[in-house]
């Protein structure tokens, strides 16, 4: 039955039906079901005009239209109408459908109209009410439910009103039987959760504040349940999942460690080794991510890992987001290994031609050992002779496919290192991590100078400038980044452009070196410009976040990040990380207009007052909520519904802890009281499939 299509509700029909399904991803009738309402609204209470203020939120009232008249043409058009009662009047708004709610609105008729006040020219307003004619049961009494809508779906007269008939009427048709519980008795029991069809039809039509609470509490735990049930469920595959065994630390390794390590490895970085050495160890793949704020080390502590891999014969791949990435990646790794006899290749989709089949032919026979490369790396062509491990830098830029693909490169899968940069709050790596262990790399190496951060706006800009000109005296080099203003390559160019001429007028051609890299650029000028920069022939590098400008260089110490309010804190935070990499202080620059939001305002003072990774990345959780700090398509990020796993913490380590246990007492789910669950999991097998990777 909830696989019927929702245009077989009474009030959808074939052309509604397809525009819920453009709109909002409905297409049937447990579509419908899980549709939830995301605030309610108290249907009893009738308000007064009069008592209208800038406070005011949501209104219902009944009155008599008036001046319904059109004005204004194309996409100015609009229908007014004045609605009032003995209270007082108040303007009403439409800028879609005026055609239609012209014919069917009629004056001096008396009508009941619920919608959000607005206010225009400091006079109150109601923007796209929902309006009804007056019956004697009109006034609905209880809790009704406002849904998440479109302003598409409401000129095709599908209101939020109307949204919750057709959700009534989806009850009308199914019983209890067609919401089967899921859930085992001693599961309701342990955890006082109510029943499933109990909780969807009091989350739609709450008749007490109490039933919608124990509804939210149910549902809510549902989500976070078997979301933790896959992830466990993948932990245990790997966990059984063979993998090669590296039980040799050789020369490659010990020469590495005691003749040419740069600087002496952290607490931190030794930790880690261990814990990968442990993995590597147990004849199970090792699937482990390794966080560590800018500059605390990572690619040391993979660069080791691969040694080992070629300690036990077999080769190791490193592969990067971006061709600057990778390129970096490689003349570090070389520069490092260039007295050890290693042989390493650099694979890119711009290597072509010879170049480009002597790398693949090493890579197939075993003459090169370490590769490092793009997405490349996952190309069909490219054949290892015993790739034993694979590290992936900054693992969100890939999408899962292409992750996957990694595992096919030998028949038994290489271990699997993950590295990232963007610190994963502890509430977010319990739902998209959970199936990984995981590994912190949370100190700096030593004698690293914590970068001085400020906020300034625009009327400091002179003083900016000339602050960056201070430094370019004493040998350093700077960043001057511009965010994405629009979703538009043209308009990002065109703002760049501006911010470039900007740039060039406070630091004349005839004294200072300027270079620009952004994404229109081909990679052959990009890679040029962006070298220029590396190797200290230009002073300052003017681009926008198209690009990737993680590259290191040392001399950098002043990092001026323009319309700083348009960032998020994680990526604040990773583009400051771009300079303080060399012994000298550093400095980010956060410069702003002058007016701020409060949100906006609070982003400054969180930047300026710390330079933890992971309380950034909690503030920024909180701030911005998870499907905006990690896209759910690439990262292959759960979306739930109606669990929040910022607030609902709490449940998170509750359902956790249960579907740990359920798992240690029937991993299979081959008990009675258990085979719902089996079957609502195979049933939604393809959306898990993302945690199999990394």
């Given at each position: 039955m909830l696989d019927t299509s929702v245009e077989y509700l009474k009030g959808v029909g074939s052309q509604r039906a397809d525009l819920l399904r453009q709109e909002l991803d409905i297409s049937t009738f447990e579509d419908v079901l899980f549709h939830f309402p995301y605030r309610y609204f108290d249907r009893t209470r009738l308000n007064k005009i009069s008592?209208?203020?800038?406070?005011?939120?949501?209104?219902?009232?009944?009155?008599?239209?008036?001046?319904?008249?059109?004005?204004?043409?194309?996409?100015?058009?609009?229908?007014?109408?004045?609605?009032?009662?003995?209270?007082?009047?108040?303007?009403?708004v439409w800028f879609q459908g005026v055609q239609w709610l012209k014919n069917s609105l009629q004056e001096h008729k008396n009508y009941v109209i619920f919608g959000k006040v607005s206010f225009f020219n400091g006079q109150p307003n109601i923007p796209h009410p929902e309006i009804e004619p007056l019956h004697a049961d009109t006034v609905k009494s209880g809790l009704q439910p406002v849904y998440p809508t479109t302003e598409k779906l409401k000129v095709k007269g599908i209101s939020n009103r109307s949204f919750a008939k057709i959700t009534q009427s989806l009850f009308e048709k199914i019983s209890a039987s067609e919401i089967p519980e899921i859930l085992p008795p001693y599961l309701?029991?342990?955890?006082?959760?109510c029943h499933r069809y109990a909780a969807f039809k009091w989350i739609h039509f709450p008749d007490t504040d109490e039933h919608l609470q124990e509804a939210r509490h149910r549902l809510k735990w549902e989500e976070l349940f078997i979301s933790q049930l896959k992830i466990a469920q993948l932990r245990l595959q790997h966990t059984r999942q063979v993998g090669f065994i590296f039980n040799h630390v050789g020369d490659h390794f010990n020469h590495f460690f005691r003749e040419h390590l740069p600087f002496d490895l952290t607490h931190a970085q030794k930790r880690v080794l261990?814990?990968?050495?442990?993995?590597?160890?147990?004849?199970k793949q090792m699937n482990r991510l390794v966080q560590g704020d800018v500059g605390s080390g990572k690619t040391i502590v993979a660069l080791m890992s691969m040694l080992l891999a070629l300690d036990n014969g077999f080769q190791a791949c490193l592969m990067a987001p971006t061709e600057i990435l990778a390129q970096q990646h490689f003349q570090g790794i070389s520069e490092l290994l260039r007295p050890m006899n290693i042989s390493c290749a650099l694979l890119k989709g711009s290597i072509k031609g010879k170049e480009r089949k002597e790398i693949l032919s090493g890579l197939a026979k075993g003459n090169i050992q370490l590769a490092v490369g793009t997405h490349a790396l996952i190309e069909d062509a490219v054949q290892f002779a015993n790739l034993g491990l694979a590290v992936?830098?900054?693992?969100?830029?890939?999408?899962?496919?292409?992750?996957?693909?990694?595992?096919?490169?030998?028949?038994?899968?290489?271990?699997?290192?993950?590295?990232?940069?963007?610190?994963?709050?502890?509430?977010?790596?319990?739902?998209?991590?959970?199936?990984?262990?995981?590994?912190?790399?949370?100190?700096?190496?030593?004698?690293?100078?914590?970068i001085k951060t400020v906020h300034r706006n625009e009327m400091s800009r002179a003083g900016v400038m000339q602050f960056i000109k201070a430094e370019i005296a004493k040998g350093r080099q700077a960043y001057i980044v511009y965010p994405l203003i629009e979703e538009s390559e043209k308009l990002d160019y065109e703002s760049l452009t501006v911010g470039y001429e900007q740039v060039r007028s406070w630091f004349p051609e005839h004294s200072y070196r300027?270079?620009?890299?952004?994404?229109?650029?081909?990679?052959?000028?990009?890679?040029?410009?962006?070298?220029?920069?590396?190797?200290?022939?230009?002073?300052?590098?003017?681009?926008?976040?198209?690009i990737e400008v993680g590259v290191n260089v040392p001399n950098a110490s002043v990092m001026v990040i323009e319309s700083a309010e348009r960032f998020g804190l994680s990526q604040l935070h990773q583009l400051r990380g771009r300079v303080g990499r060399g012994s000298e202080?550093?400095?980010?620059?956060?410069?702003?207009?002058?007016?701020l939001s409060k949100e906006?305002?609070?982003?400054?003072?969180?930047?300026?007052?710390?330079?933890?990774?992971?309380v950034i990345?909690?503030?920024?959780?909180?701030?911005?909520?998870?499907?905006?700090?990690?896209?759910?398509?690439?990262?292959?990020?759960?979306?739930?519904?109606?669990?929040?796993?910022?607030?609902?913490?709490?449940?998170?380590?509750?359902?956790?802890?249960?579907?740990?246990?359920?798992?240690?007492?029937?991993?299979?789910?081959?008990?009675?009281?258990?085979?719902?669950?089996?079957?609502?999991?195979?049933?939604?097998?393809?959306?898990?499939?993302?945690?199999?990777?990394s």
């Amino acid at each position: 039955m909830l696989d019927t299509s929702v245009e077989y509700l009474k009030g959808v029909g074939s052309q509604r039906a397809d525009l819920l399904r453009q709109e909002l991803d409905i297409s049937t009738f447990e579509d419908v079901l899980f549709h939830f309402p995301y605030r309610y609204f108290d249907r009893t209470r009738l308000n007064k005009i009069s008592d209208i203020n800038a406070q005011s939120d949501w209104v219902q009232m009944i009155g008599t239209l008036a001046n319904i008249t059109e004005e204004g043409e194309g996409r100015r058009r609009r229908l007014t109408a004045t609605f009032y009662n003995d209270t007082g009047r108040i303007e009403l708004v439409w800028f879609q459908g005026v055609q239609w709610l012209k014919n069917s609105l009629q004056e001096h008729k008396n009508y009941v109209i619920f919608g959000k006040v607005s206010f225009f020219n400091g006079q109150p307003n109601i923007p796209h009410p929902e309006i009804e004619p007056l019956h004697a049961d009109t006034v609905k009494s209880g809790l009704q439910p406002v849904y998440p809508t479109t302003e598409k779906l409401k000129v095709k007269g599908i209101s939020n009103r109307s949204f919750a008939k057709i959700t009534q009427s989806l009850f009308e048709k199914i019983s209890a039987s067609e919401i089967p519980e899921i859930l085992p008795p001693y599961l309701l029991s342990n955890y006082n959760l109510c029943h499933r069809y109990a909780a969807f039809k009091w989350i739609h039509f709450p008749d007490t504040d109490e039933h919608l609470q124990e509804a939210r509490h149910r549902l809510k735990w549902e989500e976070l349940f078997i979301s933790q049930l896959k992830i466990a469920q993948l932990r245990l595959q790997h966990t059984r999942q063979v993998g090669f065994i590296f039980n040799h630390v050789g020369d490659h390794f010990n020469h590495f460690f005691r003749e040419h390590l740069p600087f002496d490895l952290t607490h931190a970085q030794k930790r880690v080794l261990r814990e990968i050495r442990t993995d590597t160890t147990t004849g199970k793949q090792m699937n482990r991510l390794v966080q560590g704020d800018v500059g605390s080390g990572k690619t040391i502590v993979a660069l080791m890992s691969m040694l080992l891999a070629l300690d036990n014969g077999f080769q190791a791949c490193l592969m990067a987001p971006t061709e600057i990435l990778a390129q970096q990646h490689f003349q570090g790794i070389s520069e490092l290994l260039r007295p050890m006899n290693i042989s390493c290749a650099l694979l890119k989709g711009s290597i072509k031609g010879k170049e480009r089949k002597e790398i693949l032919s090493g890579l197939a026979k075993g003459n090169i050992q370490l590769a490092v490369g793009t997405h490349a790396l996952i190309e069909d062509a490219v054949q290892f002779a015993n790739l034993g491990l694979a590290v992936i830098d900054e693992q969100h830029r890939f999408g899962v496919g292409q992750r996957a693909r990694l595992w096919q490169k030998n028949t038994i899968p290489p271990h699997i290192l993950v590295m990232t940069a963007t610190p994963i709050p502890r509430t977010l790596a319990m739902t998209l991590y959970g199936d990984l262990d995981v590994s912190v790399i949370d100190e700096l190496p030593p004698g690293r100078e914590e970068i001085k951060t400020v906020h300034r706006n625009e009327m400091s800009r002179a003083g900016v400038m000339q602050f960056i000109k201070a430094e370019i005296a004493k040998g350093r080099q700077a960043y001057i980044v511009y965010p994405l203003i629009e979703e538009s390559e043209k308009l990002d160019y065109e703002s760049l452009t501006v911010g470039y001429e900007q740039v060039r007028s406070w630091f004349p051609e005839h004294s200072y070196r300027i270079c620009m890299v952004h994404g229109r650029q081909d990679a052959a000028e990009r890679e040029r410009n962006m070298q220029r920069f590396v190797s200290g022939e230009a002073d300052i590098l003017v681009a926008t976040t198209v690009i990737e400008v993680g590259v290191n260089v040392p001399n950098a110490s002043v990092m001026v990040i323009e319309s700083a309010e348009r960032f998020g804190l994680s990526q604040l935070h990773q583009l400051r990380g771009r300079v303080g990499r060399g012994s000298e202080q550093s400095y980010c620059i956060l410069l702003t207009g002058s007016q701020l939001s409060k949100e906006s305002a609070q982003r400054m003072n969180i930047m300026t007052s710390t330079s933890d990774g992971f309380v950034i990345a909690e503030e920024d959780l909180k701030m911005r909520g998870p499907g905006d700090l990690y896209g759910t398509k690439q990262s292959g990020m759960i979306k739930f519904k109606i669990a929040d796993i910022v607030q609902d913490i709490a449940l998170v380590e509750q359902t956790r802890t249960a579907a740990q246990q359920l798992l240690s007492q029937d991993s299979q789910l081959t008990q009675i009281q258990h085979l719902p669950l089996r079957t609502m999991l195979s049933r939604n097998k393809a959306q898990s499939a993302w945690s199999k990777i990394s």
